[in-house]
């Protein structure tokens, strides 16, 4: 947001409707970078226009960095082609600054969805990780019933070689 004014009302709208958060307003592509390469975010809020920059190309480096991150248009701007578009290339939702009442409900559901989402990339990989300890499983079980019956071939080898040991000898 390169608008300070439009940053702290939004974050004031947000705190009174209850979502408790921090701001770190950003403005250049430059600090974009740095802040998603050096920081961890829950959310991104972006105006659709920024001076030399734009929320577009703020999508396209969250989503290439940072693609769990919910990203949210917040802007005064915004066309119905270019949210459509904002959207298709992977924006959570956008609010008009004008229609902010709107927000603190977008930013809930962006949340809620990004945690739903790591739950099932989490039991996604337990899943993952119990289909190899079962392959594992099923190999050891392969092989221990492999060596058992080698073990029972050496031990009726090794009873066969008693019994002629322990047989009374003739003469």
Excluded: W
Excluded at 103 to 117: D, G, I, S, T, Y
């Amino acid at each position: 947001e390169d608008c300070r004014e439009d940053s702290e009302l939004i974050q004031h709208l947000l705190s009174k409707d209850g979502v408790d958060c921090q701001f770190e307003r950003i403005e250049t592509r430059a600090q974009v970078f740095d802040a998603l390469e050096n920081n961890s975010y829950d959310l991104i809020l972006a105006d659709c226009k920024l001076p030399g920059f734009s929320g577009l190309q703020a999508l396209e480096i969250a989503h290439a960095l940072k693609p769990e991150i919910p990203f949210i248009f917040v802007s005064g701007t915004i066309g119905e082609e270019t949210a459509i578009e904002s959207l298709r290339n992977g924006a959570t939702d956008y609010v008009l600054k004008d229609h902010l009442s709107g927000l603190a409900l977008a930013v809930r559901r962006a949340l809620a969805e990004a945690e739903e989402r790591q739950m099932c990339r989490q039991l996604q990989q337990r899943l993952r990780e119990a289909g190899r300890l079962e392959a594992v499983s099923t190999l050891s079980n392969g092989i221990a019933h492999d060596f058992n019956n080698i073990l029972t071939i050496i031990l009726g080898h090794a009873s066969l070689l008693t019994m002629e040991y322990d047989r009374p000898k003739r003469v």
